[in-house]
């Protein structure tokens, strides 16, 4: 099955200075380590890299081990615009794909595969935990408005899989309407198609700030992917 890696971030709140999937964590880069679990997978046999033209030699460099296997798009200005390349880059033959994001390198490939076969009997699923903590809404001045009952609440992660004919549609309303979503499954939201959520593994964190290279650098070193 098709899967596509967004990985054309510019990773501001890295502060790195550069495309933070790029950095190192014991020993590779942080895309490498995605990779890695994402070839562990049983079910994946095309995988797309969405990157930025700039940092293609870097990216290619950092994961020559898979480079053979990699097909590359080139990414846009956020990561909706990315996905949405990727989605329109997509081999003819590909029905159903997964989107996993290149920063989520602890993701199991047995929940890569459980996403695959969910996806075998759902037009849309997502990896998700439920929220341990309780979620306040608060307004601009930061005073709580509301505190919604935590039983319905979940995060999403990736990977979040679709069928392709309707992704691609999503993504093209998106693109007519001006919606800006941070994740695909919100698009189908908007359009009231039901994506199913898979209970996922509080692991599965996405690289964002200098912490949690500390807390990945501790979960590869564990052999807990
Ligand atoms: O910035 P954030 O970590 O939320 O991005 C999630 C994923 O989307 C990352 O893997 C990042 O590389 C990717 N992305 C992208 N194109 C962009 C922005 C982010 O592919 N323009």
Redesign the pocket.
Known sequence: MHLL???????S?MKAGK???LINLNGESILYWTLKSVFLSKKVSWVGI??QPHDRSEIMNSIKEFSDKINWIN?????Q???RNGVNNLPNNAMKVLIH????CLIKPELIDKCFTELEENDAVILAVKVTDTIKVVNENRIIKETPDRNFLWAAQTPQGFLVTQLKKAHQKAKENSWNV?DDASLFERLQWPVKIIEGNSTNI???SPIDLKIASLFLGNSLV
């Open positions: 890696i967004p990985a054309a971030g510019s990773g709140r495309n933070k999937l969405i990157g990414g846009g200005n956020t990561r615009e990315s996905v994001d290149g920063a989520r941070t996405k690289i964002t």
